[in-house]
């Protein structure tokens, strides 16, 4: 396989693997949300008919708890990687 290949695969398993994090996190977020607040979450946190309040509040706690899956889950994926293939994960 070639560097490029490789470099590409793993390009698709790091980016992967973060955006199923990101998501499964958002979605657990989300029906938690609606189970403490008993509504779902804003929307659309641009819309005026959203509070700053409601917005910042979960904007930041997407934020960071997206992230931190994304990070965990690439971390998790240059792991398997190395125990698959010997080597770490190509850089950028």
Same mark, same amino acid.
């Given at each position: /396989? =070639?560097?490029? =290949?490789? $470099?590409? /695969?793993? /390009?698709?398993?790091?980016? *992967? =693997?973060? /955006?199923?994090?990101?998501?499964?996190?958002?979605?657990?977020? *989300?029906?938690?949300?609606?189970? &403490?607040?008993?509504?779902?979450?804003?929307?659309? !946190?641009? =819309?005026?008919?959203?509070?700053? *309040?409601?917005? +910042?509040l979960w904007? &930041?706690?997407?934020?960071?708890? &997206?992230?931190?899956?994304? +990070? +965990?889950? !690439?971390?998790?994926?240059?792991? *398997?990687?190395?125990?698959?293939?010997? $080597?770490?994960?190509?850089?950028?």
């Amino acid at each position: /396989m =070639s560097a490029l =290949s490789k $470099k590409a /695969m793993w /390009m698709a398993v790091g980016a *992967g =693997s973060a /955006m199923l994090a990101g998501a499964a996190v958002e979605r657990a977020l *989300g029906a938690g949300w609606r189970r &403490v607040r008993d509504e779902p979450p804003p929307a659309d !946190r641009d =819309s005026r008919d959203t509070g700053w *309040g409601e917005a +910042l509040l979960w904007t &930041v706690v997407t934020g960071a708890a &997206v992230g931190a899956a994304q +990070l +965990l889950a !690439r971390r998790g994926a240059a792991a *398997g990687w190395t125990r698959v293939t010997g $080597k770490r994960p190509p850089r950028r």
